[in-house]
């Protein structure tokens, strides 16, 4: 399997009172101060939420600190219609938020998030009203849908600066570009500015720079940064250019050539496991792996210190060689390679201030079970079934949620083992949860011819496993559905042909948006392809692409490239420039945060459906988007009568 992972001052005591008394009734804490490295329970109703009646509810507490995050599993456990948890705070924590979902819906408490700050004898700990600060300044949208809110940000580092005065340095930055977007401080920013300009610091130009681009000064921005350039030529500024040109650089040889540019400004007195240039090394491993280049691999492979990136990039490499059938004898080389490092990193887990050893064994077990998907994969593929068995068993065994790929594989293991009735009880638990692919339900009939000795009555069998499978998903996407409004757009496509939303009525329009360089999106298109070809014929029915969010100037070329590349028939829209000089000016009326997001659009020109991300297989795609397109062309039929009411909730 594919490797997955920012008022007034307030008095002290006023921020004291308002330490964060939760009100909301669906998430209750054992401990109403919780502490560093204690461990708290958690109990979740879900009545009521946008996960009401959902069975695979998945909890992940987030720990942040210094504007960076854990991310932590909580194995829930239900009882009755409730489900109950716990978890240790890391000993570093300053906040943390529960995220409950299930699938792509997640309950964000009326966007305000599952929040809670970290104490010492009842009192918020030195950051933890910086880091609620950072969480709603838009880490939150981006990680659990928790609404955007600059003013709230800004009274929270008041609140922060009021109990611990020496946090206002460290925080500065995003308080003041905070600052800048509320129109009641724009004399304040402007002193402010006035001051930072008579600054030698580079911090103090960079903050300069940062609020010039806040308040849209962008060609005064340009200017402030070229200056800190000569100033500073091994400074901040640009040192995150070097960063940046190498993240964004396609063409491998110049990436290469930006590496060795950082390198020779900055180099390591030893090799660090933790230092960018090894990141670096471990990106250019993994693209020269890619392209199978082996020694050029070989060569930065030899300098990489940390070992547990280097391992999902060797699965990454061999999961597509894989899937495609090809060099399958160095595909399980790297397969089994990335297993042996995870299985010693497993052995060897040592507490860090961020997460406990038993906490770090369980992130490495969870990822090794993923890889050893890929390693079972590639066994099945070479004819050593018993062997692909071996690994894929405990898979499914630790699996808490029925994912389709990994059961797709399993169940062809199975029927090349001879193991016929577990195949076909695996095979039908994925159909029902509407994850069988066409490979699962072709390997159902197999194992049904195997134990019938016929097919007869097979078709029918299949069809009511598919029909109350697709009942069960309406049912839950009607809990889902909205209705607002689609904000107007019109854009070009890659020929210059002009689509305009307005002219698009009477059609149901599904608008996706994504970007060459976003992996869950190019993921999910050969799924989108599929739908696309599914309704080609349906004149009701309209597919746009959004292309957004792009690197460099020319990117137009490298998404033509994409496409044709991909034999995709698409509908390739290219957003135009935003106000932030970025290429997201439709995206960012639609409110969009992360991509893949795709908005189903019904016939009157409202929004029906907002998908946002990709897992699973691309047939489970098609048939959540064909559920979406139906339920979207009448919408009304789709609800139960209790929702028709209510569709704005």
Request: charged content about 25%.
């Amino acid at each position: 399997m594919k490797n997955l992972k920012t008022l007034l001052m307030i008095p002290a005591m006023l921020a004291l009172n308002c330490a964060f008394a939760q009100t909301d009734s669906h998430l209750k804490l054992s401990n109403d101060f919780p502490g560093q490295g204690e461990k708290v329970s958690i109990t979740y109703a879900p009545a009521g939420t946008a996960i009401d009646g959902k069975r695979d509810i998945n909890a992940i507490v987030y720990f942040l600190f210094n504007k960076t995050y854990v991310p932590t599993p909580v194995d829930l456990k239900s009882s009755g219609n409730n489900f109950s948890g716990e978890f240790t705070v890391l000993k570093n924590a300053q906040l943390f938020f529960v995220k409950l979902s299930s699938g792509t819906e997640i309950d964000n408490n009326n966007e305000e998030g599952y929040v809670y700050l970290v104490y010492k004898d009842k009192k918020p700990i030195q950051g933890s009203y910086a880091s609620n600060a950072y969480l709603v300044s838009g880490l939150g949208k981006y990680l659990a849908e928790i609404k955007r809110n600059a003013d709230k940000g800004f009274s929270l580092y008041q609140q922060e600066f009021a109990l611990y005065p020496q946090s206002k340095k460290e925080n500065e930055t995003s308080y003041y570009t905070l600052m800048a977007h509320i129109p009641a401080y724009k004399d304040s920013i402007s002193a402010k500015l006035i001051q930072l300009n008579k600054s030698t610091a580079e911090s103090d130009l960079m903050l300069a720079s940062a609020l010039f681009n806040a308040t849209k000064k962008t060609k005064s921005a340009d200017s402030l940064n070229a200056v800190i350039r000569v100033k500073f030529p091994n400074g901040s500024l640009v040192t995150n250019e070097l960063i940046s040109a190498f993240y964004n650089e396609k063409d491998l040889a110049k990436k290469d050539s930006i590496y060795n540019i950082y390198n020779t400004k900055f180099p390591e007195k030893t090799i660090d496991k933790n230092s960018l240039s090894d990141y670096f090394r471990v990106q250019l491993a993994g693209a020269y792996l890619t392209i199978g280049d082996m020694d050029h691999y070989k060569k930065y492979e030899a300098l990489i210190k940390n070992r547990e990136n280097l391992a999902g990039t060797m699965n990454d490499a061999a999961y597509g060689w894989a899937k495609k059938g090809e060099k399958l004898d160095l595909a399980e080389q790297l397969s089994k390679g990335s297993l042996d490092i995870l299985s010693d990193a497993i052995a060897n887990a040592k507490a860090t201030p961020d997460a406990t050893a038993d906490e770090i064994k369980k992130n490495y077990a969870f990822s090794y079970d993923l890889f050893a998907d890929t390693y079972a994969l590639i066994l099945f593929k070479e004819s050593k079934f018993a062997d692909a068995l071996k690994y894929e068993q405990p898979v499914v065994d630790h699996s808490t949620k029925i994912d389709g790929e990994i059961y797709e594989h399993y169940v062809e293991i199975l029927g090349e083992v001879g193991q016929y009735a577990k195949g076909q009880e695996f095979a039908e638990k994925a159909i029902k949860a509407g994850q069988g692919s066409d490979v699962t339900k072709a390997e159902l009939k197999k194992d049904y011819l195997k134990l019938k000795g016929n097919d007869n009555g097979f078709d029918q069998y299949l069809a009511t496993l598919v029909s109350d499978a697709q009942t069960k998903a309406k049912e839950e996407l009607a809990k889902t559905m909205i209705d607002k409004p689609a904000p107007l757009f019109a854009l070009k496509d890659l020929n210059g042909k002009s689509y305009a939303l307005s002219d698009l009525k009477g059609k149901v329009v599904i608008l996706d948006f994504w970007a060459t360089w976003c992996g869950p999106c190019k993921a999910s298109l050969p799924g989108m392809q599929m739908a696309v070809n599914k309704y080609k014929d349906d004149p009701n029915v309209i597919f746009l692409f959004v292309d957004t969010w792009e690197n460099g100037d020319d990117f137009i070329t490298g998404v033509k490239k994409f496409i044709a590349d991909n034999k995709y028939v698409f509908n390739v829209l290219i957003d135009e420039k935003g106000s932030d000089g970025r290429q997201s000016k439709v995206v960012g009326s639609f409110g969009v945060e992360g991509i893949p997001t795709k908005f189903i659009i019904d016939k009157n020109g409202h929004i029906r459906f907002k998908y946002v991300g990709y897992s699973g297989t691309p047939e489970k795609l098609v048939d959540e988007v064909s559920n979406m397109v139906d339920m979207a062309g009448n919408p009304e039929a789709a609800l139960p009568s209790a929702q028709k009411t209510s569709l704005n909730k």
